[in-house]
């Protein structure tokens, strides 16, 4: 009976989000969307398509993330957003990081990229433009990935800090404790292989046309560079995310090396108390703040 009621729910809510599509104006831009990936289909191998397309999506929308946060420290009015302000950046610690970046990406990122191809052979998974879904699908897919890695990376990342293997593993990660936006996948080869696995979690459980690839590749990148950032941006859209941890939640972390474990929600540390040192913080802050007023 209550599994018959869930799939009402989900029925009614899935007809309620295609009318509300049905009442947005056509984008503009889906047309030459339309064109250009049909002329990547008919100009480009599956194979070149998985493995050197989603290459190239990656390292563009990386290093393009990571742009506003690397362009703040230049700019004067931004110091104010800056979290922890007397650990500013360093050009040696900015250059260290992207020399082991680009190693992750090329030694470590790019063979299990190239299992793309042959992971979307096996399980069939379409590439053509008539079977791409809807947005609001996509985006429920994407969350969808983001519950899966978040999950996965909380109980990962928490074991990483187990004092007996804390110092082989994850403390490079931790070699900056002021962290910046670049510095999202700094971490030793073995890190990135653990916690990496949660991201292929949900692809694998999920994926059912290419674009969702590329789509989570995107919303994971925003979210990791974001918390990373190392600055409070008051206006930030992401902190409308219901549950969404943020910049301060996973600065804390970086300051402390202890507690908020979670990626991208904060329900984990909540269930678990792990971010109890965490709201101590927030709520001996807000009273520093009533003070200075």
Same mark, same amino acid.
């Given at each position: 009976?209550?599994?018959?009621?869930?799939?009402?729910?989900?029925?009614?809510?899935?007809? !309620?989000? %295609?009318?509300?599509?049905?009442?947005?104006?056509?984008?503009?831009?889906?047309? +030459?969307?339309?064109? !250009?990936?049909?002329?990547?289909?008919?100009? /480009?191998?599956?194979?070149?398509?998985? +493995?050197? *397309?989603? @290459?190239?999506?990656?390292?563009?929308?990386?290093?393009?993330?990571?742009?506003?946060?690397?362009?703040?420290?230049?700019?004067? /009015?931004?110091? =104010?957003? &800056?979290?922890? &302000?007397?650990?500013?950046?360093?050009?040696?610690?900015?250059?260290?990081?992207?020399?082991?970046?680009?190693?992750?990406?090329?030694?470590?990122?790019?063979?299990?990229?190239?299992?793309?191809? /042959?992971?979307?052979?096996?399980?069939?998974?379409?590439?053509?433009?008539?079977?791409?879904?809807?947005?609001?699908?996509? @985006?429920?897919?994407?969350? *969808?990935?983001?519950?899966?890695?978040?999950?996965?990376?909380?109980?990962?990342?928490?074991?990483?800090?187990?004092?007996?293997?804390?110092?082989?593993?994850?403390?490079?990660?931790? %070699?900056?404790?002021?962290?910046?936006?670049?510095?999202?996948?700094?971490?030793?080869?073995?890190? +990135?292989?653990?916690?990496?696995?949660?991201?292929?979690?949900? $692809?694998?459980?999920?994926?059912?046309?290419?674009?969702?690839?590329?789509?989570?590749?995107?919303?994971?990148?925003?979210?990791?560079?974001?918390?990373?950032?190392?600055?409070?941006?008051?206006?930030?859209?992401?902190?409308?995310?219901?549950?969404?941890?943020?910049?301060?939640?996973?600065?804390?972390?970086?300051?402390?090396? $202890? *507690?908020?474990?979670?990626? +991208?929600?904060?329900?984990?540390?909540?269930?678990?108390?792990?971010?109890?040192?965490?709201?101590?913080?927030?709520?001996?802050?807000?009273?520093?703040? &009533? =003070?200075?007023?």
């Amino acid at each position: 009976m209550a599994t018959n009621e869930s799939i009402g729910i989900f029925s009614s809510a899935s007809l !309620a989000v %295609e009318y509300v599509d049905s009442l947005l104006p056509e984008n503009p831009l889906q047309e +030459t969307f339309k064109n !250009a990936w049909n002329y990547m289909l008919n100009n /480009y191998t599956k194979f070149q398509i998985a +493995t050197w *397309g989603s @290459l190239i999506v990656h390292e563009v929308l990386y290093f393009l993330f990571c742009l506003p946060g690397f362009l703040f420290q230049f700019i004067p /009015y931004m110091k =104010k957003y &800056k979290i922890q &302000k007397d650990k500013p950046e360093t050009w040696e610690n900015q250059w260290k990081c992207f020399k082991v970046l680009l190693f992750n990406h090329f030694c470590i990122q790019l063979p299990l990229i190239c299992g793309t191809y /042959y992971f979307t052979e096996y399980f069939n998974i379409p590439y053509d433009w008539e079977r791409m879904p809807r947005w609001y699908l996509l @985006l429920a897919r994407c969350f *969808g990935c983001a519950v899966i890695e978040d999950t996965w990376h909380y109980f990962l990342h928490r074991l990483l800090h187990h004092k007996r293997i804390y110092k082989y593993i994850h403390k490079v990660h931790h %070699e900056f404790q002021a962290p910046f936006g670049m510095e999202a996948e700094y971490a030793h080869p073995l890190e +990135t292989l653990i916690l990496g696995t949660g991201f292929f979690i949900g $692809i694998m459980l999920l994926c059912d046309h290419v674009i969702l690839l590329w789509a989570w590749v995107t919303i994971r990148l925003i979210e990791t560079i974001d918390v990373h950032s190392g600055y409070d941006i008051p206006l930030n859209p992401l902190n409308l995310i219901p549950f969404y941890a943020g910049s301060r939640h996973h600065d804390f972390h970086h300051m402390n090396f $202890i *507690g908020n474990y979670a990626s +991208t929600f904060t329900w984990w540390d909540r269930i678990f108390g792990t971010d109890s040192q965490f709201i101590a913080y927030i709520e001996k802050m807000k009273k520093i703040e &009533k =003070k200075t007023e």
